[in-house]
């Protein structure tokens, strides 16, 4: 099954186990990527990029380098963009890591959350799961997971249960549109 990555402009076989993440290693198999790379991973202008580093929503880049988490935390901005505005993605990502320009204090690291992210959209499929199956899914995904602090895995639960929601109203969206566009002609 051959698709995006969900915020990105990748294509992968989400069917096969660890796709995105060997393919994010070998995308970072020499180091960090510069601003003109980042900007083909995640189709966002170069000056979005900046603002947001500006604006706090991601730490600055370390020698005009963009590491792996901060590319993965602009997959997942850039994914959660279509359903929700920017302030509630950094009050979801706040939620989870605190201060969004500052890794010191984050309870999971942007990259393993985005493998969760596209392990949960891969799962979806097209369909619309229960609360309850969401929840179960969110719960297996985790099981490996290791607590900071105690309570640090129902905030990255709550966190994972809110952003694929976000996801599937996308998707929805997408989809009321096509039908939309198919009444026309």
């Known amino acids: 099954m051959i698709s995006r990555l969900p915020g990105s402009t990748l294509e992968a076989d989400l069917g096969r186990s660890n796709a995105a993440d060997t393919l994010l290693s070998s995308i970072f198999l020499t180091g960090g990527l510069v601003l003109s790379q980042v900007s083909l991973l995640t189709g966002l202008e170069p000056y979005t990029i900046q ?15 963009y590491s792996r988490q901060h590319v993965c935390r602009l997959f997942i901005i850039n994914m959660l963009r279509d359903s929700m505005r920017i302030d509630k993605i950094c ?4 939620f989870v890591n605190g201060r969004l320009d500052d890794t010191g ?10 493998l969760y ?11 619309l799961p ?27 639960t709550a966190a994972l249960e809110i952003i694929s929601t976000a996801y ?3 998707m929805l969206r997408q ?3 096509l039908m939309l566009s198919q009444l026309d002609g």
């Not at 992210?117 to 369909?127: E, F, K, S, Y």
């Not at 490996?144 to 640090?152: D, I, L, S, T």
């Open 168 to 170: 599937m109203a996308s």
């Open 117 to 127: 992210i596209v392990d949960l959209t891969a799962r979806l499929g097209g369909q």
């Open 51 to 65: 603002n947001w580093v500006k604006r706090g929503f991601l730490p600055p880049p370390v020698k005009k380098r």
């Open 130 to 156: 229960s609360a309850g199956q969401l929840h179960t899914w969110c719960a297996e995904l985790l099981t490996g997971y290791q607590e900071p602090y105690p309570g640090a895995r129902g905030r990255v």
């Open 175 to 177: 989809r009321a549109e």
């Open 105 to 114: 204090d984050d309870i999971i690291d942007d990259s393993v959350l985005y």
């Open 91 to 94: 009050q979801l990502l706040t």
